[in-house]
């Protein structure tokens, strides 16, 4: 088992920023890659971002593109998400999820163990 904890979430102004924590204990965290996801009130999950197993690799969704950094830790077990110029549309629960590859996928059907998610608020 895999347990996965967020925490980072928060109340912003626009253009703030936030920068998001998921620790990850039990079974092993490498050589997994992993993602942000998040969901807004009344839409789906969508994809944000992931990190290869290594780090060398990132992917972005176009809407967080030059905005958010995805980065991991091997040696501490976590991931982070550096949020920057946030917008009243990043608002939304955001959630940490262990890839079953060691390469980036957006797929979120993709992804075996999920945290319990973390608030952000960004007010306009």
């Known amino acids: 088992q895999v347990q996965l904890v967020e925490s980072g979430g928060g109340l912003v102004q626009a253009g703030g920023s936030l920068r998001l924590s998921c620790a990850a204990s039990?079974?092993?965290?490498?050589?997994?890659?992993m993602g942000w996801f998040r969901q807004a009130p009344g839409k789906e999950r969508e994809f944000v971002a992931a990190?290869?197993?290594?780090?060398?690799?990132?992917d972005y969704a176009d809407s967080v593109k030059g905005r958010f950094t995805i980065f991991r830790d091997n040696a501490k077990n976590t991931v982070y998400l550096q949020m920057n110029s946030l917008k009243a549309d990043d608002t939304a629960v955001y959630y940490c999820a262990r890839c079953l590859y060691s390469s980036v996928v957006r797929d979120p059907a993709r992804y075996d163990y999920w945290g319990q998610g973390t608030q952000v608020t960004v007010s306009s």
């Open positions: 990190v290869s197993w290594s780090g060398g690799t990132t």
């Open positions: 039990g079974r092993t965290f490498s050589p997994y890659a």
